[in-house]
T-cell receptor, first 111, second 115 residues
Framework: DQQVKQNSPSLSVQEGRISILNCDYT??????FLWYKKYPAEGPTFLIS?????DKNEDGRFTVFLNKSAKHLSLHIVPSQPGDSAVYFC??????????FGQGTTLQVKP | DTAVSQTPKYLVTQMGNDKSIKCEQNLGHDTMYWYKQDSKKFLKIMFS???????INETVPNRFSPKSPDKAHLNLHINSLELGDSAVYFC??????????????FGPGTRLTVT
């Protein structure tokens, strides 16, 4: 039973445009959500997070939106750059330290 | 300086063998984790240690045994390796277990191939 789902395995966007990566979850106990970015042959690196008491968190070109009623979050990257090409993992937790990850979305940003 | 390091990076071995993967973090973190990324790319937690004490132990075969000699090291020993153990294993660390505002820092992964 996968509690965190990223239904789009891949996404391709043009440089300078917006990238929108989506994530759905089923467990209403989750109260903290994170996005990780992963390059090939490297471990995931933390990108941005959001608490369930907020609906938006912004850090430079990266913004995460949370819709609790829909159990949905999204990561917006504006403007997208070729260096953003990577696998993006959504993760959720309810303060146990145990992260539940989605299966990842591969983003390709074309020059 | 590498924050979370794992050795070896690649490990190819035969079924039935016993192998270990080592992990070290120099971040001064209290908590360390082992994750498994399977062929479907899901990252799933296996174990978590906080100050050398086992905190999280997911449903993992008892052929897998974590060992934490000190809070900077968390090694993973696997007995009687099976084909299904082939995966990428990631070590991670964080400042404090349960404090979700401290994100987890991951090592580069160890690709284990069992033939």
């Amino acid at each position: 039973d996968q509690q965190v789902k990223q239904n789009s395995p891949s996404l391709s966007v043009q440089e300078g445009r917006i990238s929108i990566l989506n994530c759905d979850y089923t467990n209403s106990m989750f109260d903290y959500f994170l996005w990780y970015k992963k390059y090939p042959a490297e471990g995931p690196t933390f990108l941005i997070s959001i608490s369930s008491i907020k609906d938006k968190n912004e850090d430079g070109r990266f913004t995460v939106f949370l819709n609790k009623s829909a159990k949905h979050l999204s990561l917006h990257i504006v403007p997208s750059q070729p260096g953003d090409s990577a696998v993006y993992f959504c993760a959720a937790t309810y303060n146990t330290g145990k992260l539940i990850f989605g299966q990842g979305t591969t983003l390709q940003v074309k020059p | 300086d590498t924050a979370v390091s794992q050795t070896p990076k690649y490990l190819v071995t035969q079924m039935g063998n016993d192998k270990s993967i080592k992990c070290e973090q120099n971040l001064g973190h209290d908590t360390m984790y082992w994750y498994k990324q399977d062929s479907k790319k899901f990252l799933k937690i296996m174990f978590s240690y906080n100050n050398k004490e086992l905190i999280i132990n997911e449903t993992v075969p008892n052929r897998f045994s974590p060992k934490s000699p000190d809070k900077a090291h968390l090694n993973l020993h696997i007995n009687s390796l099976e084909l299904g153990d082939s995966a990428v294993y990631f070590c991670a660390s964080s400042q404090d277990n349960g404090r979700v505002d401290y994100e987890q820092y991951f090592g580069p992964g160890t690709r284990l191939t069992v033939t």
